[in-house]
């Protein structure tokens, strides 16, 4: 029997609706955000706080790269930062694109994935090159390479990989990136890499600190729950920034900087998320093997599940109020949908539908 959903409530949702689209944190906000937001409502009337330099330190802190303590507020207005922040990673990744794609230009990004550089690309009239999977859904690098020619100047790296949560190892990636001439760029989307449990996914800090040429943006929206407040950064060495900074303008609220400093404080509700993530993806993993339904292991924070039939899957989901993704309308794949994790209620509604609709 599938639960009744119909008098529960999600964080943030009506009564009876389930969002298992949009790859959300359910378990929201570590409770010391809520609690920094609301004291920082006191000074609102007051432009940021000299003392934000603490969420740059922090940042560099848990990444490993050099902070230049004399500079005022590194990343927005210095022209050393290896850190940049913005208002989402997507804002940053726009600037990115306006920063080393012209006409003429080709970037690489394999399909399917996240796909947001290549329509930045695209805009910047730039020629985007897509090139495969591996038939295990990871990101074939050798093909990457292969595509690499005298007009490349850019090759995205989304990582754990939407939609499939696949990874790339750190030495694949180191492998790749050494052998590319160093004019292209190697962007490095790692929105996912807060939840990835696998120790060989690559890190991204870490490439950044032994070459020019990677560049990595990162969000608060997904291991920290801070969707709402579009808090995103980038990384890389400072003569790299310093492109991106010429095309990327303004600086987050104080509101959103103190809930990041906040977040940050608070490490232990980042693996609070990845267990969440974790034990919703078995839940989801043994329905599939209870169903003989196909799956991909995941790292990220969402299941690729083939159903058969996608859309009239994601349909009857929707009717009872439990929201997916149609992953064969969105990217091509056939028979699939693609599920995020939810709390344990969620996720035990989500499958008891799935077996009421597939059983």
């Not at 790269?65 to 990673?89: F, K, M, N, Q, Y």
């Not at 599940?305 to 899957?313: F, H, L, P």
């Amino acid at each position: 029997m599938c639960p009744d959903n119909e008098a529960y409530r999600s964080i943030g949702l009506p009564p009876g609706v389930i969002r298992l689209s949009r790859n959300e944190n359910p378990i929201g906000p570590s409770p010391s955000v809520i609690e920094a937001v609301k004291a920082r409502c006191d000074r609102i009337n007051r432009y940021e706080d000299p003392d934000q330099i603490a969420l740059f330190r922090k940042l560099a802190e848990l990444h490993g790269v050099p902070h230049d303590e004399t500079l005022a507020l590194p990343g927005v207005d210095s022209e050393g930062a290896w850190i940049r922040v913005g208002d989402g990673s997507e804002h940053l990744m726009h600037a990115i694109a306006r920063a080393f794609l012209a006409p003429g230009d080709e970037l690489i990004e394999p399909h399917p994935s996240f796909g947001l550089m290549s329509r930045y690309a695209e805009e910047s009239g730039a020629r985007v090159v897509r090139t495969s999977l591996t038939a295990d859904y990871v990101y074939d690098l050798d093909a990457m390479a292969a595509a690499v020619n005298e007009r490349t100047r850019m090759a995205v790296v989304t990582n754990p990989n939407n939609p499939t949560g696949t990874i790339v190892t750190h030495d694949a990636l180191a492998r790749f990136v050494a052998a590319l001439p160093e004019r292209v760029i190697v962007l490095v989307d790692e929105a996912y890499a807060d939840l990835a449990e696998d120790g060989a996914c690559a890190d991204g800090a870490g490439l950044v600190r032994e070459f020019e040429n990677v560049l990595v943006v990162r969000t608060f929206s997904k291991g920290y729950g801070l969707a709402g407040f579009r808090f995103g950064y980038g990384l890389a060495q400072p003569r790299t920034m310093e492109r991106v900074r010429a095309f990327h303008g303004g600086t987050p609220s104080a509101m959103v900087m103190t809930a990041a400093i906040a977040a940050l404080d608070d490490p232990d509700h980042v693996s609070r998320t990845r267990d969440t993530a974790s034990a919703s993806k078995k839940l989801y993993y043994a329905a599939c093997e209870e169903l003989g339904l196909e799956h991909i292991h995941s790292e990220a924070a969402f299941v690729l599940i083939e159903v058969g039939d996608a859309a009239a899957v994601t349909e009857a989901l929707a009717e009872r109020g439990i929201l997916v993704k149609d992953a064969e309308a969105s990217w091509g794949i056939r028979g699939m949908i693609r599920v995020s994790y939810g709390n344990e209620a969620e996720s035990r509604i989500f499958t008891g539908a799935l077996r009421d609709i597939l059983g």
